[in-house]
């Protein structure tokens, strides 16, 4: 019978990528719940040049498994998944914003197509039923489903989310390319690189508990011009359009906010 110690270690397999903006007010409570997981292995928290005591609050943790990585200038969401990625070390890696809308209790479910080997990526629907949603804005459920369906006419996949910040990769996924979107933009463009690998997708129901822009969302319309630009730019179909002369265009656009 393996000792408690060698179950533990067999089943931590799991690193989380936590980007965190000026998250002071949930960052302890969403840690506490990530490293409640019997899956995580170690807790890159990627502070992007927060103005607040977000960075403070993550040094007074005292756990071995979760490291605080500083961006020196604030760069955006995409540019700290970027830099968690390069840092993570387990086999396995999911994405976890630092506010409270993702529950860690569904790692479980995330997990079980990657470790029974069905799956190299899991996206976790926020559009699938069977879990608890907090109803908010239907003009951004309109927005996430018109972009998932464009991103899917592109990519040929059969997604229901394609804005989920939750997705799970083997490794060895994230390895096979190199992503450039700093913002946003970044769950389009890893989308359409997972579909021209050839990847085995797997999709699964999570719950959401949205919050307001009050409560500290982010998230705008000028990102969801980025995604749509992103969706063409990145897509094998256009792969021979000169879509990057729209950039300076797009750019002035989206630039109100880093």
Not at 84 to 108: C, K, R
Request: proline fraction near 4%.
């Amino acid at each position: 019978m393996p000792e408690t110690s060698e179950i533990v270690r067999r089943v931590r397999v799991l690193s989380v990528v936590m980007p965190a903006y000026n998250e002071e007010d949930t960052i302890a409570e969403i840690v506490g719940l990530v490293l409640k997981s019997p899956y995580t292995a170690e807790l890159l928290i990627i502070d992007d040049a927060s103005s607040d005591r977000t960075a403070e609050v993550v040094r007074a943790l005292d756990d071995p498994r979760v490291r605080l990585l500083q961006q020196s200038v604030n760069q955006g969401k995409g540019a700290a998944i970027r830099r968690g990625f390069t840092e993570a070390s387990y086999p396995f890696v999911i994405v976890q914003d630092a506010d409270l809308e993702y529950d860690p209790s569904d790692y479980q479910q995330m997990m079980e197509p990657l470790l029974d080997g069905r799956a190299d990526v899991v996206f976790g629907s926020r559009f699938l039923g069977g879990h608890a949603h907090r109803v908010l804005y239907f003009w951004h459920s309109v927005g996430n489903k018109f972009l998932t369906m464009l991103s899917n006419m592109f990519t040929n996949l059969n997604l229901s989310d394609m804005e989920t910040c939750y997705k799970a990769f083997r490794r060895e996924v994230l390895e096979s390319f190199s992503l450039e979107e700093d913002r946003f933009g970044i769950e389009p463009e890893m989308t359409a690189k997972i579909a021209m690998g050839n990847w085995k997708v797997y999709e699964v129901g999570i719950s959401y508990s949205a919050r307001t822009y009050a409560e500290g969302k982010k998230i705008g319309w000028r990102d969801g011009v980025r995604a749509l630009y992103c969706i063409l730019l990145y897509s094998p179909a256009c792969k021979r359009l000169p879509l990057r002369r729209l950039e300076p265009g797009v750019r002035w656009i989206t630039k109100s906010r880093a």
